[in-house]
């Protein structure tokens, strides 16, 4: 078993649309109706969208290979690409979604470390992401990794108002 981790650029913007709509319809096509999938998805994860994101320097996009195939992604916000206000001390971890035939492997763990490893190297304070308040695997995960629930906020799903749980690491 290999994991490596690359760091996505503009070239890598098709894969990160693909495996971005791949692994969240997996997570939450389930809990959410096709109209509000699909509008979340378009918005989302247009190319548009994801070049802009790319070219952020204050976002960061890491795709990880299990024995050399994408499994997984991770993308970072400093600064003003956190989408709540944490102020330059904090790291946002925006996304780490894995495909479930690679779920159970560690890649979540190993994305999580890429993720605390850019924080301290941007001598940040604390790490922290919203999750949706009936993950509840990932909300374990979370908690197994050393985060807590500090505060929570809306996320909107279409027109589906939903709750994100924001989750915090203390890291000095």
């Given at each position: 078993m290999t994991i490596n981790i690359k760091k996505c650029?503009?070239?890598d913007s098709r894969k990160l649309q693909e495996i971005g709509c791949e692994t969240y319809n997996e997570t939450f096509k389930d809990h959410n109706s096709p109209e509000n999938m699909n509008a979340y998805l378009a918005g989302a994860?247009?190319?548009k969208q994801l070049e802009k994101?790319?070219?952020?320097?204050?976002?960061?996009?890491?795709?990880a290979f299990f024995n050399n195939e994408v499994?997984?992604?991770l993308k970072v916000n400093t600064g003003d690409a956190q989408s709540e206000e944490m102020g330059d001390e904090?790291?946002?971890?925006?996304?780490?979604?894995i495909k479930n035939k690679f779920q159970k492997h560690g890649i979540g763990k190993y994305l999580l470390n890429k993720a605390m490893e850019i924080a301290?190297?941007?001598n940040k304070k604390k790490i922290w992401l919203g999750v949706w308040e009936y993950n509840e695997n990932a909300?374990?995960?979370?908690?197994?990794?050393?985060?807590?629930?500090?505060?929570?906020?809306?996320?909107?799903?279409?027109?589906d108002q939903q709750i994100?749980?924001?989750m915090t690491k203390t890291l000095i």
């Open positions: 650029t503009l070239e994860f247009n190319l994101e790319l070219s952020n320097i204050s976002s960061q996009f890491f795709f499994a997984g992604y904090s790291l946002e971890i925006e996304r780490i979604y301290m190297e941007g909300i374990a995960f979370y908690k197994k990794m050393g985060f807590v629930q500090t505060g929570a906020h809306s996320f909107y799903m279409g027109d994100d749980l924001i």
